[in-house]
């Protein structure tokens, strides 16, 4: 079965502070990965998503996310971050191939709050 | 249309009764996902369309909850007997097929059981 853990539950920081927040699934297989986010009283929507290639992936908004499969991890970036960026942020796992489960295994979100 | 609707955006029920919410995905979209999200805590996997067919429904907590879905587009999910532990946001998603599994979420569906 699929999991994922995402460490940090709530994170503060000021503008232009860097970000970092941790996503490490479970799965032996293939994987595609994925960083939704939620901007408060809006929906859920895609920030980046990796299936293969590069597994360095650019999203919307200046982030991007590294696919480490040594780490089984997935690691949301931003250099520098805005007050816009206030949001829930929740990494998602499913399997690539076949024998998995296309079922999106989400992680329990991490809640960002930049101050301006 | 445009994205994926859910209706209503709240309901407020009694212990007891029982409540259908509705989910418009994506015109052309083929999957369907309906997922529980209790405050605090990440998104729960309830069901899971393949076209009208549903091949998982291991997330349903329990045989109170059942969802269909008819002509490849709406669906519903209906909660029997409420509980006050079935409050909680009801989000839909849908994404184009199964195997390309980007999803577009709904604004979801606050039921709060008194």
């Known amino acids: 079965a699929q999991s994922v853990s995402q460490h940090n539950h709530h994170v503060i920081l000021s503008e232009a502070a860097s970000l970092e927040l941790g996503c490490n699934y479970s799965y032996g297989g293939t994987v595609n990965l994925f960083w939704y986010v939620q901007y408060p009283g809006q929906h859920l929507q895609l920030l980046l998503k990796?299936?293969?290639?590069?597994?360095l992936v650019k999203g919307i908004k200046g982030f991007e996310a590294e696919f480490i499969k040594s780490k089984f991890s997935f690691n949301l970036r931003k250099p520098s971050v805005q007050w816009s960026d206030t949001a829930e942020y929740f990494c998602?796992?499913?399997?690539?191939?076949?024998?998995?489960?296309?079922?999106?295994?989400f992680g329990r979100g991490t809640s960002l709050i930049v101050h301006p | 249309g445009a994205g994926v609707s859910q209706s209503p955006s709240n309901k407020v029920t009694e212990k007891g009764k029982d409540v259908e919410l509705r989910c418009d995905p994506i015109?052309?979209?083929?999957?369907l996902y309906w997922y529980r999200q209790r405050l605090g805590q990440g998104l729960e996997f309830l069901i899971y369309?393949?076209?009208?067919?549903?091949?998982?429904k291991s997330g349903l907590p329990s045989d109170r909850f059942s969802a269909e879905r008819t002509g490849e587009s709406v669906s519903t999910l209906t909660i029997q007997r409420t509980q006050q532990e079935d409050s909680a946001v009801y989000l839909c998603a849908s994404s184009l097929s199964s195997s390309y599994n980007e999803q577009f979420f709904g604004p979801g569906t606050r039921l709060t059981v008194l």
């Open positions: 990796y299936f293969s290639g590069d597994p």
């Open positions: 369309f393949q076209g009208n067919s549903a091949p998982d």
């Open positions: 015109s052309g979209h083929t999957a």
């Open positions: 998602a796992v499913n399997a690539g191939g076949t024998g998995g489960s296309y079922i999106p295994t």
